[in-house]
């Protein structure tokens, strides 16, 4: 994990344009760059954290401020009733970008057979 800034530090510092679709004290919210379903935003923290197993007692309220944040974006883009939170925790997990981050998707129909639980 690298000591430079990450691309959302750069977004947040605006020296990366981004289609920014909410910002407050605590969080952005962006259109992902690359979509893997027709709403694709990520959920950003502006104090950066690498991975959710890094985070600490002291970020808890920002983490719930996300969960929340999740439920506001869904409800503003209009898919309230049916969307996913992903949050990728390292390498092996699909996590490319070391700041923590939610993926809120929607509007797409998710194969479960991956996620299937056997009980």
């Not at 981004?18 to 950003?44: F, G, K, R, T, Y």
Request: charged share 20%.
């Amino acid at each position: 994990m690298s000591s430079e800034p990450s691309i959302f530090e750069r977004i947040m510092a605006g020296d990366i344009p981004s289609e920014m679709v909410h910002e407050d004290d605590h969080a952005i919210v962006i259109q992902d760059i690359n979509p893997q379903a027709p709403i694709h935003l990520l959920i950003i923290p502006r104090i950066k954290i690498p991975r959710l197993a890094d985070a600490e007692v002291q970020h808890q309220a920002v983490l719930g401020h996300l969960m929340l944040l999740a439920g506001q974006m869904a409800e503003k883009m209009g898919c309230a009733d049916a969307f996913r939170i992903v949050i990728n925790n390292g390498v092996e997990a699909g996590q490319t970008v070391f700041h923590l981050h939610l993926h809120l998707l929607a509007q797409k129909r998710f194969d479960e057979g991956a996620l299937a639980s056997p009980f």
